[in-house]
Nanobody, 123 residues
């Protein structure tokens, strides 16, 4: 069983930045971030495979980046130029399924999930 511990959420004004962290209890093939706003489905934001391949949702390209500390099994999501539309609960996810390389932002490819951390962006 993979345990995921998220941190770094909070409230910022539009144009601000936040960094989310997700520490996994063991190494996994892929890790990623998903988000869910009230009344909406959970959507993929950004994912990373252990070979360094990354994928970003169109809505965050150019604003969000990912970095990994493989020694700590930790994935970071660096969020810049935040907009009110980015307000959501952000969930870390991990998987050992190769499907996450083929279809990186598909929620169903990820097996393990964190509890979520809230990000609120005010205008």
């Amino acid at each position: 069983e993979v345990q995921l511990a998220e941190s770094g959420g909070g409230s910022v004004q539009s144009g601000g930045s936040l960094r989310l962290s997700c520490a996994a209890s063991i190494h996994t093939y892929s890790m990623g971030w998903f988000r869910q706003a009230p009344g909406k489905e959970r959507e993929g934001v950004a994912t990373a495979v252990s070979d360094g391949t990354t994928k970003f949702a169109d809505s965050v390209k150019g604003r969000f980046t990912i970095s990994q500390d493989n020694a700590k099994n930790t994935l970071y999501l660096h969020m810049n130029s935040l907009e009110p539309a980015d307000t959501a609960m952000y969930y870390c996810a991990a998987s050992n399924d190769f499907i996450t390389k083929i279809d990186p932002l598909r929620r169903g490819g990820f097996t393990y999930w964190g509890q979520g951390t809230q990000v609120t962006v005010s205008s």
